[in-house]
């Protein structure tokens, strides 16, 4: 491999078993005309102590200001910043100095990804000058497009200096702030940062819509094209508390104010296509249960990847497969040249499910998503990549049914 190794720190992760949760509980408010009858896919009730359930939630990590000047780090399963008791999960922003940054906080990502559906979280927001905690989605695969040409749902935003205003918003080429034609809409109220509040959104193929509490204030129709609506693909939900930023301190920020926390009662999802379908599941690259000779570095697609794969090196995970049948597995991978070979693996090795050939992308930091269709059987299993030939990396893994 021609990529010289340097000395990373390696972010030990604890024993990781990926569920997805299927119910048959359904709501008995319909909101709009999607469904009477949603599927539960995913949900979180916070029932529990400690830090976030590791096989329903992963880290966005690091404090290169995200794109908007944020003046916060994000850790990875940090206790002072990320915790669950008492029946909420709460999202902390601390004044701390942190990696050359002054305040630390926590960025939740789902690890199950959706493509139409309602959302429903309930939630309570922080208060005061420089607070910005988000609800929000991206795409699991950016196919080497950028920001905000791939897309972007906010389901829920919130900034101290306008405390009786909620904001949800899409970002697309067309319609975004950069270009001053950003689309969306809000709601005034009075206890956003006093009371719970169920933050809801549904989105559907031809529509999308914005609701508090079960009152819609905002709704966007799907017309043109790509660059109107790229959001016919798999998104993955975000919580997230910034700290000041480019709109979070446009009113100002108070040094004072500080640790600020968003507290979330539930996270519920539904399919509302009544056909209970299983959803994919998503792994980052990081999230390994096992590993020999891998590292971790800052991606530039957000969050980290694994790196400096070596031949011989391997990965392991602890993965609930719903049902069984044939799965699409995605890779996120980036090779400057040398390509090199992937084998996914059962059991410690003992099982070859497939083999895919990685081509060069032209970067380390170049992502390419490549693919290969596998069989599985259903239940919680063992699952590998074995690196017979190295010189790539790899940011996440996707499994998705097919048949």
């Given at each position: 491999?021609?990529?010289?190794k340097?000395?990373?720190?390696?972010?030990?992760?604890?024993?990781?078993?990926?569920?997805?949760?299927i119910?048959?509980?359904?709501n008995?408010?319909?909101?709009?005309q999607?469904?009477?009858?949603?599927?539960?896919?995913?949900q979180?009730?916070?029932n529990?102590?400690?830090?976030?359930?590791?096989?329903?939630?992963?880290?966005?990590?690091?404090?290169?200001?995200?794109?908007?000047?944020?003046?916060?780090?994000?850790?990875?399963?940090?206790?002072?910043?990320?915790?669950?008791?008492?029946?909420?999960l709460?999202?902390?922003?601390?004044?701390?100095?942190?990696?050359?940054?002054?305040?630390?906080?926590?960025r939740?990502?789902?690890?199950?990804?959706?493509?139409y559906?309602?959302?429903?979280?309930?939630?309570?927001?922080?208060?005061?000058?420089?607070?910005?905690?988000?609800?929000?989605?991206l795409?699991?695969?950016?196919?080497?497009q950028?920001?905000?040409?791939?897309?972007?749902?906010?389901?829920?935003?919130h900034?101290?200096?306008?405390?009786?205003?909620?904001?949800?918003?899409?970002?697309?080429?067309?319609?975004n702030?950069?270009?001053?034609?950003?689309?969306?809409?809000?709601?005034?109220?009075?206890d956003?940062?006093?009371?719970?509040?169920?933050?809801?959104?549904?989105?559907?193929?031809?529509?999308?819509?914005?609701?508090?509490?079960?009152?819609?204030?905002?709704?966007?129709?799907?017309?043109?094209?790509?660059?109107?609506?790229?959001?016919?693909?798999?998104f993955?939900?975000?919580?997230?508390?910034?700290?000041?930023?480019?709109?979070?301190?446009?009113?100002?920020?108070?040094?004072?104010?500080?640790?600020?926390?968003?507290?979330v009662?539930?996270?519920?999802?539904?399919?509302?296509a009544?056909?209970g379908?299983?959803?994919?599941?998503?792994?980052?690259?990081?999230?390994?249960?096992?590993m020999s000779?891998v590292?971790?570095?800052?991606a530039?697609?957000g969050?980290?990847n694994?790196?400096?794969?070596?031949?011989?090196?391997?990965?392991?995970y602890?993965i609930?497969?719903?049902?069984?049948g044939?799965?699409?597995?995605?890779?996120?991978?980036a090779?400057l040249?040398?390509?090199?070979?992937?084998?996914?693996?059962?059991?410690?090795?003992?099982?070859?499910l497939?083999?895919?050939?990685v081509?060069?992308?032209?970067?380390?930091?170049?992502?390419?998503t490549?693919?290969?269709?596998?069989y599985?059987?259903?239940?919680?299993?063992?699952?590998?990549?074995?690196?017979?030939?190295?010189?790539?990396?790899?940011?996440?893994?996707?499994?998705e049914?097919v048949?």
């Amino acid at each position: 491999m021609t990529k010289k190794k340097k000395v990373l720190s390696i972010l030990c992760t604890s024993a990781l078993i990926l569920s997805t949760l299927i119910s048959s509980n359904t709501n008995d408010k319909s909101l709009g005309q999607v469904n009477a009858e949603p599927t539960l896919v995913f949900q979180d009730e916070f029932n529990y102590n400690g830090l976030p359930d590791s096989s329903k939630w992963g880290y966005d990590v690091g404090g290169h200001g995200w794109g908007n000047n944020e003046l916060q780090y994000y850790t990875n399963a940090d206790l002072d910043n990320a915790f669950v008791g008492d029946g909420t999960l709460k999202i902390k922003a601390i004044k701390e100095p942190y990696e050359g940054k002054d305040f630390t906080s926590s960025r939740l990502v789902t690890k199950a990804d959706f493509q139409y559906g309602r959302f429903e979280i309930r939630a309570k927001l922080p208060g005061g000058l420089g607070v910005w905690p988000a609800i929000w989605m991206l795409p699991t695969d950016w196919n080497n497009q950028s920001w905000p040409e791939v897309g972007e749902i906010d389901i829920m935003e919130h900034v101290g200096y306008e405390p009786n205003i909620i904001y949800g918003t899409i970002h697309t080429k067309a319609y975004n702030h950069l270009i001053g034609t950003q689309n969306g809409g809000s709601i005034e109220g009075n206890d956003w940062e006093s009371a719970f509040h169920v933050y809801e959104f549904e989105w559907t193929p031809s529509e999308m819509r914005w609701y508090v509490d079960g009152t819609l204030y905002h709704t966007y129709e799907k017309h043109g094209g790509n660059d109107e609506w790229p959001f016919d693909k798999p998104f993955y939900l975000i919580l997230n508390l910034a700290v000041g930023g480019d709109w979070g301190a446009a009113g100002g920020f108070d040094w004072n104010i500080w640790p600020r926390q968003m507290e979330v009662d539930y996270v519920r999802i539904y399919d509302t296509a009544g056909g209970g379908t299983d959803p994919s599941i998503k792994i980052e690259a990081e999230d390994y249960t096992y590993m020999s000779g891998v590292q971790l570095e800052d991606a530039s697609e957000g969050g980290q990847n694994v790196g400096y794969l070596d031949p011989g090196d391997w990965l392991s995970y602890s993965i609930n497969i719903p049902s069984a049948g044939n799965y699409r597995v995605e890779y996120r991978v980036a090779s400057l040249n040398g390509g090199g070979v992937i084998n996914l693996e059962q059991n410690a090795g003992q099982t070859l499910l497939g083999t895919l050939n990685v081509p060069s992308t032209g970067g380390w930091q170049n992502w390419q998503t490549i693919s290969h269709t596998v069989y599985l059987e259903a239940g919680v299993q063992d699952i590998g990549i074995g690196i017979p030939s190295g010189g790539y990396n790899i940011n996440w893994i996707n499994f998705e049914k097919v048949d």
